[in-house]
Nanobody, 114 residues
Framework: QVQLVESGGGLVQPGGSLRLSCAAS????????MYWYRQAPGKQREWVAT????????GYTDSVKGRFTISRDNARNTLYLQMNNLRPEDTAVYYC???????WGQGTQVTVSS
C-alpha cells in the first residue's frame, strides 16, 4: 500500500546541483515526518535530512549542512531534496522514508564525478 518513488538523480560534476523528488502514496503524507537517507556501495545506509510533518522544522547531518535543503509539498504528497555544491563523497543511492525503517522505495542514483 505505501509507495515511495524517488527520482531526480543523475551524473553531475563536483560543484553541481540536483533536486531529488519523492512521490508518496498509500498513507496520509501530511501526517508524517519524512526523511532522506543515502547509501554508498559497501557502506551502511546513513541519514541525511529530516522534515516535520508540516514542514516547520528541518534537520541535517553535518556533512550536508549549508548545501542540501529538504522541503515538502503536502498538497502534492511530494518530498524534495535540493542538493547544491555536490562533492564526490555525496555519491550514493538516495532514498526517502517515512520512519521506522519500512517501506523503502527503489532509490535514485546520484553520482558526482568529473
Amino acid at each position: 500500500q505505501v509507495q515511495l518513488v524517488e527520482s531526480g538523480g543523475g551524473l553531475v560534476q563536483p560543484g553541481g546541483s540536483l533536486r531529488l523528488s519523492c512521490a508518496a502514496s498509500g498513507f496520509t503524507f501530511s501526517g508524517y515526518a519524512m526523511y532522506w537517507y543515502r547509501q554508498a556501495p559497501g557502506k551502511q545506509r546513513e541519514w541525511v535530512a529530516t522534515i516535520t510533518s508540516s514542514g516547520e522544522s528541518t534537520g541535517y547531518t553535518d556533512s550536508v549542512k549549508g548545501r542540501f535543503t529538504i522541503s515538502r509539498d503536502n498538497a502534492r504528497n511530494t518530498l524534495y531534496l535540493q542538493m547544491n555544491n555536490l562533492r564526490p563523497e555525496d555519491t550514493a543511492v538516495y532514498y526517502c522514508n517515512r520512519g521506522f525503517g519500512r517501506y523503502w522505495g527503489q532509490g535514485t542514483q546520484v553520482t558526482v564525478s568529473s
